[in-house]
C-alpha cells in the first residue's frame, strides 16, 4: 500500500504539476485517485484538488510541498511530528 495518494482530476492543470512533481521525487510510490470516482471524494474534495494524502491524511492542496512531504515520509505512519 502506498503511503501517498493524490486526489486529481482529469483536465486540471494544477493536478498535472502535482503529478509531475510526485513522479519526479516518489517515481512509482504513489497512487492517483480520480475525484470523480466516488460521490464522496467529490463532495469532500471537489473544489480543492489536487489533495496529497499521506498515510490516509490529508496533507495540502493545490500544491506538492515538496521538502514537507518529503520530511514526513521519513518518519514512520503515526510517528508525531516534532
Known sequence: MSRVTLISRDGCHLCEEAEAVL????????????????????????????VVLLDGAEHGYWRVEESRLLSDLARQPGEPRL
Open 23 to 50: 513522479d519526479r521525487i516518489l517515481p512509482g510510490q504513489w497512487v492517483r485517485v480520480d475525484v470523480a470516482s466516488s460521490i464522496d471524494l467529490e463532495r469532500d474534495y471537489g473544489d480543492r484538488v489536487p
